[in-house]
């Protein structure tokens, strides 16, 4: 699975005082911890409150980039403050994200393929938040002729089915699953998918034990990526252990310790 840490957001109260006081060091240690537990890319989100979206995105990926070349995942709502970022990046991003809004598609694909970047597109459309699988599927689809409109390869596209908090929505997390399983039926070779793990268990007790469940059910249906706490070692170990399991990592008697000499 492709591991995008989810620390480096304007959510989180350390990152929104160190982007307050520019105190680079708290993203940069940020940065290093989770590339060191396991991260394959680092998702950058300024947060709601952050008054520059544009100048707040473009010094949050400078400051990482003293410290590590992992891709980063540009994360904002805006498309200027995405195109600053991929351009901060010198390239090696995820469009972290458009929907399948006409609009919205119009203005992301483009900077995806003028810059190369893989990107996400979220199942949104002008409707909002589809309520089934059925629904989901439709705007996948949009999201797929739109990316190869403009030249974007299906493997370069990421469907995110959006997960939602099983506190406040108990069916969602099964229409997400249901739609991991049909976006991969969706084209051959098909598109990949990804979730924002976190969200299912936000406001919810035992978060921890949530989280790390919803993403070995997710990893089933055949989740390529995710956004999470990578420094979770619980919830690494059992990603690990469903790759396992789900053939999809070689079994050794070291498994977790083999998959941890690799990062
Ligand atoms: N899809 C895509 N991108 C995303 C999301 C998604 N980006 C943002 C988010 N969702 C994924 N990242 C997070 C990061 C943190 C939390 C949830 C998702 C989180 N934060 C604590 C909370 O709200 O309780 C913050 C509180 C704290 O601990 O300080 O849960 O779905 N493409």
């Not at 680092?42 to 995105?57: E, K, R």
């Not at 938040?129 to 989901?136: I, T």
């Not at 993403?215 to 706490?229: E, F, T």
């Amino acid at each position: 699975m492709y591991v995008i840490g989810e620390r480096i957001n304007g959510m989180f109260n350390d990152v929104r005082d160190a982007l307050k006081n520019q105190d680079k060091g708290v993203i940069q240690d940020l940065a290093q911890r989770q590339v060191e537990c396991g991260a394959d890319c680092l998702d950058v989100n300024v947060g709601p409150g952050a008054a520059d979206a544009v100048s707040a995105m473009a010094w949050l990926v400078e400051s990482i980039r003293e410290v590590t070349d992992a891709p980063l995942a540009i994360d904002s709502t805006k498309p200027d403050a995405i195109t600053a970022g991929v351009e901060a990046a010198g390239g090696k991003a995820v469009i972290n994200s458009t929907t399948g809004e006409q609009a919205k598609m119009e203005k992301l694909f483009p900077i995806a393929a003028e810059h190369g970047c893989a990107i996400i597109g979220l199942t949104i459309d002008e409707n909002g938040v589809p309520h089934d699988a059925a629904g989901r599927m439709e705007v996948a689809l949009k999201l797929l002729a739109g990316a190869m409109e403009h030249g974007i390869a299906a493997e370069d596209l990421y469907i995110d089915a959006v997960i939602l908090p099983v506190n406040a929505q108990q069916t969602n997390p099964g229409q997400v699953m249901e739609t991991i399983r049909q976006t991969k039926l969706l084209a051959d070779p098909p598109p990949k998918t990804v979730v924002g793990l976190s969200n299912v268990s936000q406001g919810a007790r035992h978060r921890e034990l949530i989280n790390r469940t919803a993403l070995v059910m997710c990893l089933a249906g055949g989740l390529d990526a995710a956004i999470v706490d990578p420094m979770d070692s619980e919830l690494m170990d059992a990603m690990i252990t469903a790759e396992v399991l789900l053939n999809k990592a070689v079994y050794c008697d070291d498994f977790l310790k083999a998959y941890r000499r690799k990062t």
